[in-house]
């Protein structure tokens, strides 16, 4: 101390009621015409201020422990652009050493992004910073060192610093969600497109079965219960037991032959190609209700003479299936049926007050009935709706756009 060279040390008092303080000590000298009179030591309290530092050492080694480990790549940048923070994971994910990234500029890395999209929104963005994914519709990417592009998400915050406001980029290569994406894109396509070849190939081999069934069986039957009726007219008088036996098989062959009938316009009505859709609607209505007793009101408004010939398909497959629905499960009373056009649109509308049921448990009990009419829509570039709870009845609507005429 004679020296004036300063004496500090630091050390721990204990106070009365048993906690620890740690103490800074500085000690000083005071002389008079050369000669040491007394020693001046004065403590202060600075256990906070240690506490504060040592808080302060390891949330640092925390946050720097988080960003090592983290899968994205985190980039912390200026208002210029620079980089002033880059993590391990930035360093994979763009091929560029700890200090390359640092003298590197956040426009380097990701050419299309908030940050890369010129200086001045970036830095509008830190004038008036908030946390934020980047928009979803856009195409992404970030550039490695080597030159090569991949596909990111990226998302944006901010960190205030002594320095000023930094930006802090979150970056997430998602090439492989893009290849997974891409593939499972694929594989849906392909699925619809069979599932639209399938339909044309039934459709296709039940036409051939109904009109074979319409020209030649039908046909055949026909001419058989004209024979059977002949037949018990040449009868003698005498053979009445056997001439009502002859009679009765000719009712049934009859019978028969319509049943049959029947079968081949349910495959494929000839009416559809000869009358067109509300013809062929309305004669399927006046057949269902002859068959269940259910009453259907059919009612067409501005249905086009010419409507092409999938959007009538689709449509007639529609109600057809609906009306097999109503009369197996809906316990309807009634039925309103609707074709009409809305503007560009051909509609057709099917209500009952039946017993109503849920979509989505019919859908997950595996039946194709809902599915065959969305797929339909589908193929059409239509829409299917269906609106139904138990006890409320059932609504479907499918909407189909017309196609220009020439």
């Known amino acids: 101390m004679r020296l004036g060279k300063p004496i500090r040390r630091e050390d721990y008092w204990i106070t009365k009621d048993g906690g620890r303080r740690l103490i800074a000590w500085s000690s000083s000298i005071v002389n ?11 403590g202060i309290d600075v256990t906070e201020r240690q506490q504060a530092t040592e808080d302060a050492r390891d949330q640092a080694a925390t946050v720097k422990a ?20 880059a993590n391990a994971a930035a360093e994979t994910m763009f091929g560029y050493g700890h200090e390359e990234l640092l003298a590197a500029s956040i426009d380097s890395l990701l050419p299309l992004t908030l940050s890369g999209e010129s200086g001045r929104r970036r830095t509008d963005w ?14 992404l990417t970030g550039r490695r060192k080597d030159g090569s592009e991949f596909p990111v998400a990226i998302s944006v915050s901010h960190l205030e610093t002594r320095d000023g406001t930094l930006g802090v980029t979150f970056v997430l290569d998602v090439s492989e969600r893009k290849k997974t ?20 190939v039934q459709e296709a ?34 053979s009445d037991s056997l001439k009502d036996r002859v009679r009765n098989l000719g009712q049934k062959t009859s019978d028969l032959s319509d049943e049959v009938h029947r079968l081949a316009r349910r495959l494929h009505p000839a009416i559809l190609d ?15 209700s002859r068959r269940s007793g ?42 309103r049926f609707v074709l009409a056009r809305h503007e560009s649109n051909l509609a057709l509308m099917i209500e009952d007050a039946g017993f109503g049921f849920k979509p989505e448990e019919a859908r997950g009990r595996g039946g194709l009935g809902l ?36």
């Open 126 to 139: 830190l004038a008036w910073p908030w946390n934020r994914e980047i928009e979803a519709g856009l195409e």
């Open 205 to 238: 081999e039940t036409k051939l079965i109904a009109r074979d069934l319409h020209d030649d069986l039908s046909q055949k039957l026909a001419a058989l219960g004209m024979e059977a009726s002949v037949l018990a007219k040449s009868l003698p008088k005498s």
């Open 294 to 335: 259910i009453p259907v009101q059919f009612r067409a408004t501005d249905v086009p003479r010419a409507v092409p010939a999938d959007v009538a398909l689709c449509l007639f497959r529609g109600g057809q299936e609906a009306l097999r629905n109503i009369g197996k499960h809906a316990g309807a009373q009634d039925v």
């Open 66 to 85: 988080l960003l090592e480990s983290a899968s994205q790549a985190v980039l912390a940048h200026d208002r210029t652009g620079r980089l002033k923070l």
């Open 274 to 288: 000869d009358l067109g859709l509300e013809a062929a609607l309305r004669e399927e209505c006046l057949d269902f």
């Open 32 to 42: 008079n015409e050369g000669v040491l009179e007394y020693i001046v030591v004065t």
């Open 181 to 200: 994406e891409a593939t499972l894109l694929r594989n849906h396509q392909e699925l619809q497109h069979l599932a639209a070849r399938l339909l044309s």
């Open 371 to 406: 599915i065959s009419m969305e797929e339909r829509a589908r193929l059409v570039n239509g829409e299917f709706f269906i609106r139904s709870q138990p006890g409320q009845g059932t609504e479907i609507e499918v909407h189909v756009p017309l196609k220009p005429g020439p």
